[in-house]
T-cell receptor, first 113, second 114 residues
Framework: SAVISQKPSRDICQRGTSLTIQCQVD?????MFWYRQQPGQSLTLIAT?????????ESGFVIDKFPISRPNLTFSTLTVSNMSPEDSSIYLC??????????FGQGTRLTVV | KQEVTQIPAALSVPEGENLVLNCSFT??????LQWFRQDPGKGLTSLLL?????REQTSGRLNASLDKSSGRSTLYIAASQPGDSATYLC?????????????FGSGTRLQVQP
């Protein structure tokens, strides 16, 4: 299993500012995934983050808006840049353990005002 | 592009009832299918994972079935309890080679009344 610590758990931010979300895992993992869950909707993959390489973004998501860092095998950050109210969502990081079972952080509930 | 659909969107039942949640997917070439539970402020918890070669998996009061040919899965919850109240999500892996992320359904929000 894997234990994921995600910070902050929630935040209220002013439009035009940026927020960096941290994801810490208690074991080394190859891939980390960032998802967004907009109000009343399901999870949508933002990007896949591998250590030592640039993140791979899904259609509709760009690096300038959602820059991702992956400095080592246990940590990643997602930044939501130049925020607008439409960015209000829950952001979740996820990893797979050695048994290919996915684990999720508790999520970051972001409200942009 | 894989699309995952869940019905019903919401369900309210009295305690003790048996219930079935439905999940359908458009591309039957999946490696596996998973059911998750989402509680507010607590992220997602994996409930059951069914490999493509399997037809069902059981864990306690939960039983998940998979019919790849018809693109369907069901989650059966026996003798429901108020603690089962949560949103239930099904998900399948992205089919692109090397990408192990998931495509999620929209979820079923379950309320079990005491």
């Amino acid at each position: 299993s894997a234990v994921i610590s995600q910070k902050p758990s929630r935040d209220i931010c002013q439009r035009g500012t940026s927020l960096t979300i941290q994801c810490q895992v208690d074991s080394q993992v190859t891939m980390m995934f960032w998802y967004r869950q907009q109000p009343g909707q399901s999870l949508t993959l933002i990007a896949t983050a591998n250590q030592g390489s640039e993140a791979t973004y899904e259609s509709g998501f760009v690096i300038d808006k959602f820059p991702i860092s992956r400095p080592n095998l246990t940590f990643s950050t997602l930044t939501v840049s130049n925020m607008s109210p439409e960015d209000s969502s829950i952001y979740l990081c996820s990893v797979e353990d050695s048994g290919q079972v996915p684990f999720f952080g508790q999520g970051t509930r972001l409200t942009v005002v | 592009k894989q699309e995952v659909t869940q019905i019903p969107a919401a369900l309210s039942v009295p305690e003790g009832e048996n219930l079935v949640l439905n999940c359908s997917f458009t591309d039957s070439a999946i490696y596996n299918l998973q059911w998750f539970r989402q509680d507010p402020g607590k992220g997602l918890t994996s409930l059951l994972l069914i490999q493509s070669s399997q037809r069902e998996q059981t864990s306690g009061r939960l039983n998940a079935s998979l019919d790849k040919s018809s693109g369907r899965s069901t989650l059966y919850i026996a003798a429901s309890q108020p603690g089962d109240s949560a949103t239930y999500l099904c998900a399948v892996p992205l089919m692109d080679t090397g990408r192990r992320a998931l495509t999620f359904g929209s979820g079923t929000r379950l309320q079990v009344q005491p």
